[in-house]
């Protein structure tokens, strides 16, 4: 490497032009092929870093999203009926419900694409430039009782509470103390109309005032996610065991029947 390369790449260093400091070549090899005018140049330079850091934060909002691993809404399965139209999920990816601070709650039995729909939801939503995230039930319980103890968990709530759009998945799905269900609320009840969710449920509301043994509590709880909602009901059968694997082809399975 020649004293200019290194002299520009210790001015980008201290400039925190990281991309321009690691991979400069293309860009010059760019320059002395197409001979831009000095601006032209500058714009190719700065875009050059521009786009490196919005993949580098698009990568980042991915992995503190923690999507589960099938969440591809290009991938949705069209001709599996679960009383969802093509025309409704087309609707709900353009976003506006988002930008309104809708709430969507996706409820019906296990296996009818609940938690790939929110999964697909917040994929999109993070590739639109919002900050979404994907969290069980367990998971956001586990940091509403720890956060005044851990720091760790003190950080994820703080990123938590800083999403535009927050999933959780198998809300209600195992019943939780009068604490945790007061903690739950507090939680919800401070990002009213502030930020989105995304809930995915096998319960009716009825089913989460028994799992939370209080009417009062449960039905503050759904008065906030229900005020501005698009409630789907999902139905049929499992996708999952409609489309099972399995480790024997389908011919040596009807030899051993």
Same mark, same amino acid.
Request: overall charge neutral; hydrophobic content about 40%; aromatic content about 8%.
């Given at each position: 490497?020649?004293?200019?390369?290194?002299?520009?790449?210790?001015?980008?260093?201290?400039?925190?032009?990281? %991309?321009?400091?690691?991979?400069?070549?293309?860009?010059?090899?760019? #320059?002395?092929? $197409?001979?831009?005018?000095?601006?032209?140049?500058?714009?190719?330079? =700065?875009?050059?870093?521009?786009?490196?850091?919005?993949?580098?934060?698009?990568?980042?909002?991915?992995?503190?999203?923690?999507?589960?691993?099938?969440? &591809?809404?290009? *991938?949705?399965?069209?001709?599996?009926?679960?009383?969802?139209?093509? %025309?409704?999920?087309?609707?709900?990816?353009?976003?506006?419900?988002?930008?309104?601070?809708?709430?969507?709650?996706?409820?019906?039995?296990?296996?009818?694409?609940?938690?790939?729909?929110?999964?697909?939801?917040?994929?999109? %939503?993070?590739?639109?430039?919002?900050?979404?995230?994907?969290?069980?039930?367990?998971?956001?319980?586990?940091?509403?009782?720890?956060?005044?103890?851990?720091?760790?968990?003190?950080?994820?709530? $703080?990123?938590?509470?800083?999403?535009?759009?927050?999933?959780?998945?198998?809300?209600? =799905?195992?019943?939780?103390?009068?604490?945790? #269900?007061?903690?739950?609320?507090?939680?919800?009840?401070?990002?009213?109309?502030?930020?989105?969710?995304?809930?995915?449920?096998?319960?009716?509301?009825?089913?989460?005032?028994?799992?939370?043994? &209080?009417?009062?509590?449960?039905?503050?709880?759904?008065?906030?996610?229900?005020?501005?909602?698009?409630?789907?009901?999902?139905?049929? $059968?499992?996708?999952?065991?409609? *489309?099972?694997?399995?480790?024997?082809?389908?011919?040596?399975? $009807?030899?051993? &029947?």
């Amino acid at each position: 490497m020649n004293t200019t390369n290194v002299r520009i790449r210790q001015l980008c260093q201290s400039l925190r032009l990281s %991309a321009l400091a690691e991979n400069n070549e293309p860009v010059f090899r760019v #320059a002395e092929e $197409k001979q831009p005018g000095y601006r032209d140049f500058t714009i190719l330079l =700065l875009e050059t870093e521009l786009k490196a850091r919005e993949e580098k934060q698009f990568t980042r909002k991915i992995r503190d999203a923690n999507l589960p691993l099938s969440h &591809d809404l290009d *991938n949705y399965d069209f001709t599996f009926n679960n009383g969802l139209k093509p %025309a409704q999920i087309n609707q709900l990816k353009e976003l506006v419900w988002l930008e309104q601070n809708f709430n969507i709650i996706l409820l019906g039995p296990s296996g009818v694409g609940k938690t790939f729909l929110a999964a697909g939801l917040c994929h999109h %939503a993070i590739k639109a430039g919002y900050k979404a995230l994907f969290r069980n039930m367990e998971q956001i319980m586990d940091v509403l009782r720890l956060k005044d103890v851990s720091r760790s968990a003190m950080t994820e709530y $703080k990123r938590i509470t800083a999403a535009n759009l927050i999933v959780i998945d198998d809300i209600m =799905l195992m019943p939780v103390t009068k604490t945790e #269900a007061v903690k739950l609320f507090s939680f919800i009840n401070m990002l009213f109309e502030k930020a989105s969710f995304i809930i995915t449920t096998n319960k009716s509301p009825q089913q989460w005032v028994e799992m939370l043994d &209080d009417e009062v509590l449960a039905t503050a709880l759904l008065d906030r996610l229900l005020f501005k909602c698009q409630v789907l009901s999902l139905e049929g $059968k499992s996708y999952r065991l409609l *489309n099972r694997k399995t480790i024997f082809d389908e011919n040596n399975e $009807k030899d051993i &029947d």
